[in-house]
T-cell receptor, first 120, second 114 residues
Framework: AQKITQTQPGMFVQEKEAVTLDCTYD???????LFWYKQPSSGEMIFLIY??????QNATEGRYSLNFQKARKSANLVISASQLGDSAMYFC?????????????????FGTGTQLKVEL | ETGVTQTPRHLVMGMTNKKSLKCEQH?????MYWYKQSAKKPLELMFV???????ENNSVPSRFSPECPNSSHLFLHLHTLQPEDSALYLC?????????????FGSGTRLTVV
């Protein structure tokens, strides 16, 4: 089974509008971390936001917020007031607590990504 | 200077060449990773190094040979590659065993095999 599922291969949003990028995850661990990364066409992966499994508040970082619904195992990224520079590929990722160092040190598992295009 | 530096940014090589990709991190991390990203494919984890020891090799062909001489440096040695190996190769570093720690990525090397 996929550990991270991103069901939207592509999304369009008007400039200045908000957009939600979906992410669901699958884990039986109690301790895990959820991350979102942005990858512009230049290729670099840029960290955006983090949510810990024990965090009760939704994470926010500037225009980015993470809508964390633990019971539904979803961690959607919300981008408010979209800008043209937000056009990029967005990846959801998870790091589980059970692996430990011998299991690869809790690897970060990525989804397949959502290509976001912001239009005028 | 970014935390993770990859060189070269672009590389074109023939199938009989030997080349190396270099990754260096200045963040004090103890884990380093190589990823391959092909066009329209998910990120593929290739190798994991924790405390300089290789802890994972995801069935990567032997024409890719990693080397981690210390916690700050990671190399990917390439030889007799195939055209399908053309891709973006990303290096990352992190703190092993800490779920609250994300990865810091380099800018990647765009490899073209001709």
């Amino acid at each position: 089974a996929q550990k991270i599922t991103q069901t939207q291969p592509g999304m369009f949003v008007q400039e200045k509008e908000a957009v939600t990028l979906d992410c669901t995850y699958d884990t039986s661990d109690q301790s895990y971390g959820l991350f979102w990364y942005k990858q512009p066409s230049s290729g670099e992966m840029i960290f955006l936001i983090y949510q810990g499994s024990y965090d009760e508040q939704n994470a926010t970082e500037g225009r980015y917020s993470l809508n964390f619904q633990k019971a539904r195992k979803s961690a959607n990224l919300v981008i408010s007031a979209s800008q043209l520079g937000d056009s990029a590929m967005y990846f959801c990722a998870m790091r589980e607590g059970s692996e430990g160092l011998t299991g690869g040190g809790n690897k970060l598992t990525f989804g397949t990504g959502t290509q976001l295009k912001v239009e005028l | 200077e970014t935390g993770v530096t990859q060189t070269p940014r672009h590389l074109v090589m023939g199938m009989t060449n030997k080349k190396s990709l270099k990754c260096e991190q200045h963040l004090g991390h103890n884990a380093m990773y190589w990823y391959k990203q092909s066009a329209k494919k998910p990120l593929e984890l290739m190798f994991v190094y924790n405390f300089k020891e290789q802890t994972e090799n995801n069935s990567v062909p032997s024409r890719f040979s990693p080397e981690c001489p210390n916690s700050s440096h990671l190399f990917l040695h390439l030889h007799t590659l195939q055209p399908e190996d053309s891709a973006l190769y990303l290096c990352a570093s992190s703190q092993a065993g800490n779920v609250g720690y994300g990865y810091t990525f380099g800018s990647g090397t765009r490899l073209t095999v001709v």
